[in-house]
C-alpha cells in the first residue's frame, strides 16, 4: 500500500531538513500542510524552506497564494489529495511537513461537515479582536454556542473566530457541524514522525532562527502589509508583534523578545498537539544524514 510519511513537531526542530533527506531517499515529493507557509508574501515571518532547500527535493504548498486568498483546511485538504494522488502514480512514498496539526488531522482523518463563510464575515470579527479583546470574543461564542464555548480552548482567537464565523453565517451554533465526513475514504497508510527536541535546546534554535528572519528582513517585508493586518494569514507570530510596535505599544527591542516568546509559546502548543497522535514515532532530534535509510526502512515497515 502507499505510505504517507507525515512529519510534525515544534518550529525550529529541523522538520524541513528531515523532510528533504527522506524525500531523497525514496525519491519523491514533500507537501507542506503549514498553514503559515502558503503565502507568497510572507516568506521570511513564516521560516518558509530557502531556494536552496527547495532545490533539493520537490515541495507543494510553498508560498502558493496570496494573503488576500486565505486557505482553510476544507481548501487545503482538495489540494493535497490531488496532489498526494499524483506523487503516487509514480512512487510508493509521499513525505508530508508542517507544523500544522489540524490541517493534517482534517486531511488523514476527514472533515468536519463545515459551510463555506465569505471572508467578509471573518474579516469583521477579526476587527472586533483587535479593537475589543479576546473577552468580546468569548462572550460572543458563549451565547451563540454554549455547548461549544465549553469544550474550545478559549485562549485561541483564531478557534473562537472560525466558531461564531459560522454562527453567524448559518445562524445555527458551529457545535452542530462538527461530525467527520468520511466520504472519501484514504487508499494509503499514514505514518507519523514527530521531532520533540530538548528544550533548551529548542529555546536556543528558536531565538537563532527569529535573529536571522531579523537579518534576512522580517520588518521589511512586515511593515508594508500593516494596511492589511486584519487577514487571517497575518495574524501570525511576528506579524502581530510588529504591528504592535508600529501601532507605538512596543518598541522595537520588545517587539523582538515578544516574537522569541510567543514562538517558544506556539512551539509548547505544537508538541502538546502532536503528543495526542497515536502511534507517533518520536526522535529527539533530527537524525544525522548517515541514519537516514535505516531511519526510511523502519517507517515504512512500521504497522
Known amino acids: 500500500m502507499k505510505t504517507l510519511i507525515v512529519i510534525g513537531g515544534p518550529t525550529a526542530s529541523g522538520k524541513t531538513d528531515l523532510a528533504i533527506w527522506l524525500a531523497r531517499y525514496f525519491d519523491t515529493h514533500i507537501i507542506s500542510y503549514d498553514s503559515r507557509q502558503f503565502y507568497r508574501e510572507i516568506p521570511v515571518v513564516t521560516a518558509q524552506p530557502t531556494a536552496e532547500q527547495l532545490s533539493l527535493a520537490v515541495h507543494h504548498c510553498i508560498g502558493f497564494r496570496s494573503i488576500s486568498e486565505p486557505l482553510n483546511a476544507a481548501d487545503f485538504v482538495h489540494i493535497a489529495d490531488r496532489i498526494l494522488s499524483e506523487v503516487f502514480e509514480t512512487s510508493d512514498v509521499c513525505i508530508a511537513v508542517g507544523g500544522s496539526g489540524m490541517y493534517a488531522k482534517a486531511w488523514i482523518e476527514g472533515l468536519d461537515n463545515i459551510p463555506s463563510v465569505p471572508q467578509e464575515v471573518r474579516n469583521s470579527l477579526e476587527v472586533i479582536w483587535q479593537s475589543q479583546g479576546i473577552i468580546s470574543l468569548q462572550k460572543m461564542l458563549k451565547r451563540l454556542d ?47 514522525l514527530g521531532i520533540n527536541p530538548d528544550r533548551q535546546w529548542l529555546h536556543r534554535q528558536i531565538n537563532q532562527r527569529v535573529e536571522g528572519m531579523i537579518t534576512r528582513g522580517l520588518f521589511e517585508e512586515v511593515m508594508p502589509l500593516y494596511s492589511q493586518r486584519v487577514l487571517t494569514p497575518l495574524q501570525t507570530v511576528g506579524c502581530r508583534e510588529i504591528f504592535d510596535m508600529m501601532d507605538g505599544k512596543l518598541s522595537r527591542d520588545e517587539c523582538i523578545e515578544h516574537i522569541k516568546a510567543h514562538t517558544r509559546q506556539y512551539a509548547r502548543r505544537q508538541i502538546t498537539w502532536y503528543k495526542k497522535v497515536p502511534g507517533i514515532i518520536w526522535l529527539k532530534q533530527t537524525p544525522d544524514r548517515e541514519t537516514i535509510p535505516s531511519l526510511a526502512e523502519k517507517l515504512i515497515s512500521a504497522s
Open 146 to 192: 454554549p455547548d461549544y464555548y465549553q469544550r474550545v480552548d478559549l485562549s485561541n482567537h483564531r478557534r473562537l473566530i472560525r466558531a461564531l464565523e459560522v454562527c453567524i453565517h448559518t445562524g445555527r451554533p458551529y457545535s452542530g457541524y462538527l461530525k467527520k465526513d468520511y466520504t472519501s475514504a484514504k487508499t494509503f497508510r499514514t505514518v507519523y
